[in-house]
């Protein structure tokens, strides 16, 4: 049906790589560019056997041009985008001076400063729509499924949305005194960020992980929830309607947030640039340098990972509530695909969402965020490609 262009060779990329390869008829043929070819032909090696035809390239996705010639020599129908957030907009430029659908898992990120906003993708609009390519934004699992699921309540379950959380729960353990399960440099200025929520029209600003709750989560039991900003929050308070709160939250154990409370207080999780020794060097960069890669952590990984959306609003004049989630375990993931819950809950959606527009299914002209399309053949290729939802119609409620 297609050929895709896959930009990135870390922990998710090689989960998208997985489950395009088990789709040969939707992905014909594939490219996967990284500045580190060596990485991509250590996928590709991996996947010797497939069906699918798998190229590999050489790539600084920093570079416009660079991935223009490279979109032109490839011919692709898609690029999917799993590199560094950094490099979205530089990417999206050489899909619009070529004529290319393009899927991304996160908005894009300053380099200088963390944001998490979709300002800067949301003013290509008009572009995409001039030059009748589709943008699909956030195509991971949160944001991604999460706002799936979202926009599936929204068709079928209520007839207001009036409230949303959305609950990330990692149950997994690498067994690594301190690492992070993606990217480290984003993962941590995440988390570091203040926290923020929707309520009632306006954002609510709060220091960062300063409120905390328990939550018992289904077949991973009680966990310590924080409060932080995702960039899914943006999108799903413009697109659903009704709404009045919406929330996200994240388990982090006590280790974890002792070793980060550690490295923030000695300056290792700072982006401003340093000198050392007559060199510049971002802490945070130096950081990531040194913590175990995410990719290496899928043999080492063991549990559950829980994620989905608690919500509240009315149904024919009454009260509804209901919850939707999906339950992923580490061991079964790498047994499949040779990655961890983490990578592999955001590579298949990402693989979902660039299916959906090769098939015609998700493809208009312009940008968009998944809650904008029917929810309905995304939740149903959820379950044929392995994150399986469940239902709750009578959730505990975060108050």
């Known amino acids: ?133 589709t943008a699909l934004l956030g195509s991971g699992f949160d944001p991604g499924v999460t706002g799936v699921f979202c926009a599936y309540a929204q068709k079928h379950y209520f007839d207001e949305i009036h409230s949303i959380d959305i609950v990330d729960a990692n149950a997994g353990d690498h067994g690594y005194p301190f690492a992070t399960n993606f990217n480290p440099e984003i993962n941590i200025r995440e988390i570091t960020a203040n926290g923020r929520y929707f309520e009632n029209g306006e954002w609510v600003e709060t220091e960062p992980l300063s409120i905390k709750k328990i939550y018992d989560l289904p077949e991973i039991g009680p966990k310590n929830i924080y409060l932080l900003y995702h960039e899914e929050l943006e999108s799903l308070a413009v697109n659903i309607k009704g709404i009045k709160k919406i929330r996200f939250w994240m388990t982090f154990s006590d280790n974890y947030l002792n070793h980060l409370r550690v490295l923030e207080n000695v300056g290792m999780t700072s982006i401003q640039p340093i000198v050392y020794e007559e060199q510049q060097i971002i802490p945070l960069q130096f950081l990531k340098a040194i913590l175990p890669d995410p990719a290496s952590l899928g043999p080492r990984t063991k549990g559950k990972t829980n994620i989905g959306c608690i919500m509240k609003g009315i149904k024919d004049g009454k009260p509804k509530t209901y919850y939707v989630y999906n339950v992923c375990v580490h061991e079964e993931c790498y047994k499949e695909v040779g990655s961890q819950a983490i990578s592999y809950t955001t590579g298949v959606p990402a693989m979902i969402g660039a299916m959906l527009i090769l098939k015609g299914i998700w493809k208009k002209p312009g940008v968009f965020n998944v809650e904008e399309f029917d929810p309905d053949p995304f939740m149903e290729a959820l379950n044929k490609y392995g994150l399986p939802w469940q239902e709750d119609f009578s959730p505990v409620l975060l108050d």
């Open 1 to 133: 049906m297609g050929k895709a262009l896959i930009i990135g060779a870390g922990g998710v990329s090689s989960v998208v790589i997985h489950k395009c390869c088990q789709n040969p008829e939707i992905f014909e043929e594939i490219c996967i560019a990284s500045r580190t070819i060596e990485k991509c032909d250590a996928i590709k090696n991996k996947l010797s056997g497939s069906r699918t035809k798998i190229h590999t390239a050489q790539l600084d996705a920093d570079n416009t041009d660079m991935v223009i010639d490279l979109i032109k020599s490839f011919g692709p129908d898609i690029v999917i985008n799993v590199a560094l957030p950094y490099q979205d907009l530089s990417i999206m430029d050489a899909c619009l001076a070529t004529g290319i659908h393009y899927v991304d898992t996160a908005n894009y990120e300053p380099p200088e400063t963390p944001k998490f906003e979709y300002k800067w993708q949301w003013a290509y609009r008009e572009k995409f729509e001039k030059a009748g390519i």
